[in-house]
């Protein structure tokens, strides 16, 4: 197909967008959708989200769930979160002044592994609810210099869980009587059974369009749904 028919295409189905908008046809009297407009229509949003990196289809647009969530593994990163390190962090301050409970995974008190476990449901990422299950997930960073904001680090023993914040402090709840806090941290290499980065130490970089016109970006929206097969 030509670039000139490519144009031409495009325009049809922006006018029959722009008819289901505003439910008018051409005449300006109003009319029922086609199915095959509605569904020319909404493939052509959801192929122009993905050419422009907005994230925005159909799925939103019509107020369907779009969350992510994922299992964190065991030798592996949960990258289909799309969470970072400081994300973990950013969320985990949340919690900050709750109290200690035993057990617990709420705002009304929590533990150091009901912490943990919050922290990353908030995230989309599914964590086990004790310590030993939780020392086992993503994967193993060699020593505290290598740590990053958001590792988990697990003394030995496995009886306590803290969340590396950067700058040598840690977030953790600590035991009864005290609340979540942000405290120096005070182990050393020598007492730590492991340490472990669950999601990404960097959020992945999305690629910035820049420099491409309208019609540059609704020509490779298109060009994507032909691709696709969607395009007639």
């Known amino acids: 197909m030509s670039v000139d028919a490519v144009l031409s295409r495009i325009s049809e189905i922006r006018t029959q967008i722009d008819a289901l908008r505003t439910g008018t046809t051409g005449t300006g ?8 407009s509605a569904a020319n229509s909404t493939a052509f949003a959801d192929a122009l989200a993905t050419a422009t990196g907005t994230g925005t289809t159909s799925a939103a647009a019509s107020g ?18 799309g969470a970072s390190g400081a994300d973990v962090v950013a969320d985990a301050k949340k919690y900050l002044g709750v109290p200690y409970v035993f057990g617990g995974t709420t705002t009304s008190g929590m533990d150091c592994s ?44 496995e009886g306590h869980v803290v969340i590396y ?3 040598g402090k840690v977030l953790h709840a600590p035991r009864p009587g005290k609340d979540v806090r ?14 472990r980065r669950i999601v990404p130490a960097q959020a992945s970089a999305t690629p910035a369009v820049s420099g491409a016109s309208g019609t540059d970006l609704q020509t490779a929206a298109l ?3 032909m691709n696709s097969g969607s395009a007639a």
Not at 29 to 36: F, G, H, L, M, R
Not at 65 to 78: E, N
């Open 165 to 167: 914040v950067g700058d």
């Open 223 to 225: 060009l994507s749904l």
């Open 182 to 195: 942000i405290v120096d941290n005070w182990y050393k290499d020598s007492d730590i059974a492991t340490i």
């Open 29 to 36: 009297t109003t009319a029922p959708a086609s199915s095959s």
């Open 64 to 81: 369907a769930s779009t969350a992510t969530s994922v299992d964190a593994g065991a030798g592996t990163l949960a990258t289909g979160s």
């Open 114 to 157: 009901g912490l943990v476990q919050t922290v990353f449901k908030d995230l989309g990422v599914t964590m086990p609810r004790v310590v030993p299950d939780q020392a086992k997930m993503g994967v193993e960073v060699g020593s505290l210099e290598d740590a990053q904001p958001g590792d988990l680090i697990i003394p030995k023993g």
